[in-house]
């Protein structure tokens, strides 16, 4: 196994649109792999960790008991955990659910919705299935977080200055462009 | 009344005329003090209270407060500074901020402010409330889950519009923006041109059919933090 320092990364209650902006780094992807192996990854498809990883990036809130799950076992082998993206900070979409009970998002969804076609009215019910939390939550709401990167996705240019600054144990000091909510 | 009063910011010293507030007298001389409720056109609020800074020692509203002779102004703190970051923070867990798709993200004051301060996530539980969205007027949308009570919006319909549009009910953490009608806001008599409509810090009074009218980019905030202007124009002075 080399000596490169390790990445995972997820993608919880999100999009894949901050996995979309991670390969927007462009060329630099061919620094990055120079740099770090991939663990647990969407990227290379590893479904479980082989080993200590100095950074996790978590795409994606928490809205079920499975994203929960997968965030602690980030929390247990990365050194550095970092939420990238709105939905890892403060829920974003998903979390526009928030201010409706569960019990009217799942009728919506699954009974009364204008495209459902559901006779039996039976919700998903499957034990294969994770249960949805009464609400989404942020990452830092669950586990201990420890940089966030910011928009919706976050800017190519946010995730690299970041990772190549956490790499190189430098302090995350992004100039004011690459700060972006949106 | 041609004297002028002189005071000191941060050691800088500012010269004001007698009545301008610490926040008028600071704007004039470059001296950017951040703020979210105070308003050019309007007469001050005191609502949000980001412009605390201290005088003699002693915390104090900027846009209220009158400058004295001799006063001793700090603004920019590490203390001051942390105390507005985390009003800001506050204002962003208490309301329903979505900015990935609000229409006033890049000239929203209140993210602005956020970048300004480099703020990356706030450090309270987010409280996600129930706020009610009214869609009533033809041409105006007002979407409650983004106030954050600044009162500009009171003020400028009364002060500027001669009219009474809105007005707060409720108290503490259910004061509420609401309209001066029976039911909701197409009962009113607020017109889309109306300065009401303008000065809305943030996306919770929006003109209907503009919004992403301006691309990514060329937003009010996009290249330069919120206060720039206020800073280049003391630069220029040589201030």
């Given at each position: 196994m080399s000596s490169k320092p390790r990445i995972a990364t997820c993608s919880l209650a999100g999009c894949f649109g901050c996995h979309m902006s991670i390969l927007d780094i462009d060329e630099r992807i061919l620094q990055l792999i120079e740099l770090v192996d991939f663990d647990k990854s969407p990227i290379d498809d590893l479904k479980h960790f082989t080993g200590r990883c100095a950074i996790g990036l978590v795409e994606g809130g928490c809205c079920n008991e499975e994203n929960v799950h997968v965030l602690q076992e980030f929390r247990r082998h990365c050194d550095i955990l970092v939420s990238v993206g709105e939905c890892a900070i403060c829920g974003g979409?998903?979390?526009?659910?928030?201010?409706?009970?569960?019990?009217?998002?799942m009728d919506e969804a699954y009974r009364n919705g204008p495209t459902v076609y559901n006779p039996s009215g039976v919700l998903p019910n499957d034990t294969a299935l994770p249960l949805v939390l009464d609400r989404v939550y942020p990452c830092h709401e669950v586990v201990k977080i420890d940089y966030h990167i910011q928009g919706c996705p976050p800017p190519a240019d946010a995730i690299w200055q970041t990772l190549v600054a956490l790499l190189n144990n430098r302090p995350v000091e992004l100039p004011y462009e690459v700060l972006k909510y949106d | 009344m041609s004297e002028t009063i002189g005071?000191?910011?941060?050691?800088?010293?500012?010269?004001?005329?007698?009545?301008?507030?610490?926040?008028?007298?600071?704007?004039?001389?470059?001296?950017?003090i951040p703020r979210l409720c105070a308003h050019r056109e309007l007469h001050p609020f005191g609502a949000c209270r980001v412009c605390t800074v201290k005088v003699n020692g002693r915390p104090q509203a900027a846009c209220t407060m009158p400058a004295a002779e001799g006063m001793v102004v700090e603004s920019n703190t590490p203390e001051l500074t942390e105390h507005r970051r985390r009003l800001i923070e506050m204002l962003f867990v208490e309301g329903n901020?979505?900015?990935?798709?609000?229409?006033?993200?890049?000239?929203?004051e209140l993210q602005a402010l956020a970048y300004?301060?480099?703020?990356?996530?706030?450090?309270?539980?987010?409280?996600?409330?129930?706020?009610?969205?009214?869609?009533?007027?033809?041409?105006?949308?007002?979407?409650?889950?983004?106030?954050?009570?600044?009162a500009r919006c009171v003020r400028a319909s009364q002060q500027l519009d001669g009219k009474n549009v809105f007005q707060f009910v409720g108290r503490g953490a259910n004061k509420t923006l609401w309209v001066n009608a029976e039911r909701e806001l197409a009962d009113t008599n607020l017109d889309v041109r109306d300065r009401a409509v303008d000065v809305c810090p943030v996306g919770c009074i929006l003109r209907k059919r503009q919004g992403y009218t301006i691309p990514i980019g060329r937003r009010r905030y996009d290249h330069e933090p919120i206060g720039s202007d206020i800073e280049r124009a003391g630069a220029a002075r040589g201030a």
């Open positions: 979409i998903p979390a526009m659910r928030n201010n409706i009970p569960l019990k009217e998002c | 005071f000191t910011i941060d050691g800088r010293p500012v010269r004001a005329r007698p009545g301008q507030t610490i926040l008028e007298a600071a704007d004039a001389a470059g001296i950017y901020h979505y900015c990935m798709f609000c229409e006033k993200s890049g000239n929203c300004r301060f480099g703020i990356t996530a706030p450090r309270y539980p987010y409280l996600f409330p129930n706020r009610d969205v009214d869609a009533s007027h033809p041409d105006v949308l007002l979407d409650r889950n983004r106030c954050v009570l600044c």
